[in-house]
């Protein structure tokens, strides 16, 4: 079950590592209207406030919040605010189609999918678009723990081990 959770956490984080290089120079509209701030904090200093539809260039990421360039200014937005072009108005628009627009943006009404917090999950075609990167694999295996490491790590946090019945296997 732990070896089954740490390889879900490290594919998750490889897809997101693969995608960060694609968000630099990529145009996003904004979904609703939003605070952009001088930091990645919300209790950073308010740069401008940006008005739903307003459009602007991704400079980059750090967790879940974009460096935008707009024309009221540059700064940090969280990334929920935004739209990525979908690979439709990519490819109309000259732009060849957009990583991080094929993970976050709405999907067709042709193809089922369930949304948490605006990112869907990969579908056939995404799978099919993956290339193999061995250096992102080797900067993904930097980041893995023993099992000696983590069990300190989790003791000095206060972390205790607790055992969970299966569903089914216990007691009614």
């Known amino acids: 079950m732990v070896e089954l959770l740490r390889r879900t956490c490290l594919t998750v984080a490889a897809v997101l590592l693969l995608a960060l290089p694609a968000a630099a120079n990529e145009q996003v509209t904004l979904e609703r209207d939003s605070a952009l701030y001088a930091e990645p904090r919300v209790d ?18 750090n967790g879940a919040w974009l460096n935008l360039r707009t024309a009221a ?11 990525f072009p979908s690979r439709g108005e990519a490819q109309s628009g000259g732009g060849g189609g957009s990583t991080l627009g094929r993970l ?5 009404a042709s193809v089922a999918t369930t949304s ?6 990969l579908d056939e075609t995404d799978l099919k678009q993956a290339t193999f990167s061995a250096g992102q694999m080797r ?14 790590q989790a003791g000095e946090s206060g ?4 055992r969970v019945d299966y569903l089914g296997t216990g007691t009614q």
């Open 44 to 61: 950073a200093q308010q740069v401008a406030q940006l008005k739903q539809g307003s459009a602007g260039e991704v400079l980059g990421k």
């Open 73 to 83: 200014g540059t700064g940090w937005l969280f990334s929920f605010n935004v739209r």
């Open 104 to 108: 976050f943006a709405p999907r067709r």
């Open 116 to 121: 948490t917090i605006g990112i869907r999950g």
């Open 139 to 152: 900067m993904l295996d930097e980041y893995a723990a023993s099992r000696d490491a983590a069990q300190a």
């Open 159 to 162: 972390l205790v081990p607790a």
